[in-house]
């Protein structure tokens, strides 16, 4: 198998270094944006685009944030933020920190967390405004129908949703989701970091198979859409898993960052 189709790490571009650390744009990202284009412009021509592309703008910073939240939170640890991969979800952060648990959950939970503040502050000006959240995940931008896209209500409503799905969605006990890492730390102290990560991997890989059933399932009815990309995480999901599992046994899953590679060593660090 070629090494870009091994390795979905590699399927990004750069987008620049912001606060010391690269930024790169996952290619999943870019099939979301194109998505969502195509369905603005289907449904409602220039409004639909200038819709697509706001949604688009409120989902980059989104998951921007939430890498945020993970390399400021390893920073604040004593470790360090060296890039963040923009995917549709979030909780693709390069960041190195204390080989101890407790450093690597704080450093994980912390992307979740800036997704729980920022459904709290739109939540809260929606209510008062007498409004109520979408709370459905299926459906994340749902807004009242009676809402023009130039009200302000509205977006703050796709702020919410959009944020909203994305923190259950990284509660999938999944790599490379943030309840997957969560998972291994909490196992990690009770029965060491490759048993853990082990686990880890085949509770992801059976999500992995859940969601690629349910994708195909909503492909054969009228969610056809939305069954591909079910599908295509379900991929990316396994792929990401597998490869955990093959740098583990290849001594080359070093637990000294998030993501587990630390070669300033060279191949030999882990058994040194």
Not at 66 to 76: D, I, K, P, T, Y
Not at 245 to 254: I, P, S, T, V
Not at 266 to 272: A, D, M
């Amino acid at each position: 198998m070629p090494d870009w189709m091994s390795d979905p790490m590699t399927w990004a571009v750069p987008a620049g270094r912001y606060f010391g650390i690269r930024v790169r744009i996952h290619f999943f990202f870019i099939v979301l944006t194109v998505t969502l284009l195509l369905k603005g412009m289907r449904e409602g021509g220039v409004d639909g685009c200038i819709w697509a592309v706001g949604v688009t703008a409120i989902l980059f910073f989104s998951v921007l944030f939430h890498e945020f939240g993970h390399c400021f939170a390893a920073r604040a640890v004593g470790g360090d933020a060296e890039e963040i991969m923009m995917w549709p979800l979030g909780g693709l952060a390069f960041v190195s920190v204390p080989n101890t648990a407790r450093a690597q959950f704080i450093s994980t939970v912390w992307g979740p967390l800036i997704n729980v503040i920022i459904c709290l502050a739109t939540g809260a000006v929606l209510v008062v405004s007498d409004y109520t959240p979408p709370l459905n995940p299926l459906n994340p931008l749902a807004m009242h129908s009676e809402l023009q896209p130039w009200q302000w209500h509205r977006w703050v409503g796709h702020a919410f949703g959009l944020n909203w799905l994305m923190l259950l969605f990284n509660m999938i006990p999944a790599f490379p989701m943030d309840a997957g890492r969560i998972l291994r730390c909490a196992l990690w102290v009770r029965i060491g970091f490759g048993r853990a990560t082990l686990i880890a991997v085949q509770v992801a890989k059976l999500c992995a198979m859940v969601m690629g059933i349910a994708g195909f399932v909503l492909m054969m009815g009228e969610s056809k859409t939305e069954g591909l990309q079910l599908v295509f995480i379900a991929v990316f999901v396994y792929l990401m898993s597998e490869r955990e599992r093959r740098l583990l046994e290849a001594g080359m899953l070093f637990d000294e960052s998030l993501f587990g590679y630390d070669f300033s060593q060279g191949y030999t660090s882990l058994s040194q």
